[in-house]
């Protein structure tokens, strides 16, 4: 358990995010919360994977972002992601 604590600690969470294994489970884990309607797990991956979809078009994870450009595409890519899950878990009913 160390181990894998360790790890996670010093990992980059880009790097992580971009693990073919990772990739794989989180996409099961995905098509599990759809097919048995689990709309709390499935809005969280959306989330996560949304943001991380954002942060990497946003080139947020090279440390060479312009302020100007790619913060704002970054934060209209959040508040779009936020978006979504918030219609998601409290507004569509099923």
């Known amino acids: ?3 894998i604590l360790g790890y996670l600690t010093n ?6 995010a971009k693990d073919a294994r990772i ?3 989180a996409g099961a884990l995905l ?4 097919i048995f309607r ?3 797990i499935a809005a969280l991956l959306l989330g996560m994977g949304g ?8 080139n947020l994870g090279q440390g060479n972002a312009a302020i100007d450009r ?3 595409t970054f934060g209209i890519g959040a508040v779009i ?13 099923d």
């Open 1 to 3: 358990m160390d181990e």
């Open 11 to 16: 990992a980059n969470l880009l790097e992580l």
């Open 23 to 25: 990739l794989v489970g």
């Open 31 to 34: 098509v599990l919360a759809l």
């Open 38 to 40: 689990w709309k709390y």
């Open 51 to 58: 943001t991380l979809a954002v942060i990497h078009y946003a």
């Open 70 to 72: 790619d913060l704002l």
């Open 81 to 93: 992601v936020a978006g979504i899950v918030i219609y998601f878990l409290f507004i569509r009913s």
